[in-house]
């Protein structure tokens, strides 16, 4: 049982690194993606098919090939040009590609809340005298964040546990920590049992935040 005790607290040790880098990330991907989905509905052919690209790029690959790219791919493509230079710490680049990966999913997510605002607001918007900017900031883009609140915690709740392959990359996550442990004691079943119970014991409560903020939107909508 020590053992397993053990496994979970160094797991543990990795918590900070994968809540900050999930929090960044989501934080990163409402902003970029909004910016997305508006490009994505635009009328103005070149700005979407940009978006729809960028898009589909980012959800056709997996994260680590992606963080990949970005924590080693990148300084090699600019060391080949003479510069010296690498990430300072492999967490800006995790915390990077974490929020250009969520801004891909968002994107859909904002889009969706936002062709679900009636039209008849965004006309009623503009005879009153409001430009289309304006109405979208004031109006629209507020009430479609109120019906995707959910799917941000969600995403929220699936980024903490997409962060596990940043391990690969070096990352002190809660799997790189309870790997690093396992490769010292060679305890591997209470090593990733600890990894495994750390991670419920942060997506089981989120989740059942996530449930109560559903239930609440849909009896709003009801009322």
Known sequence: MELYIDGFLVALKGV?????????????????GLGLALMKISKVKIVSIIAKV??????GTP???QA????????????????DWRWSALVIPAMIVC????AAYMAEVIRGGLQAIDDGQM???????????MAMKLIIIPQAFKIILPAFGNEFVTLIKE??????????????RGTLWNSTTFETFPAYIGVACVYLLLTIPLSKVVTMMEKKMS???EE
Not at 54 to 59: A, E, L, T
Not at 99 to 102: D, E, I, Q, R, T
Not at 163 to 176: D, K, N
């Open 54 to 59: 960028y898009i589909d790029i980012v959800r």
């Open 99 to 102: 929020g250009l990966n969520s």
């Open 16 to 32: 900070p690194v994968t809540v900050g880098v999930s929090i960044f990330a989501v934080a990163l991907g409402a902003i970029l």
């Open 123 to 133: 006309e009623a918007a503009r005879s009153l005298g409001m430009s289309h900017g």
């Open 163 to 176: 962060t596990s392959v940043l391990s690969y990359v070096g990352v002190l996550e809660i799997l790189r």
């Open 63 to 65: 994260l680590i090939v």
């Open 68 to 83: 990949l790219i970005m924590a080693y791919g990148i300084p090699q493509i600019v060391q080949a040009y003479g510069i």
């Open 219 to 221: 009896q709003g909508k």
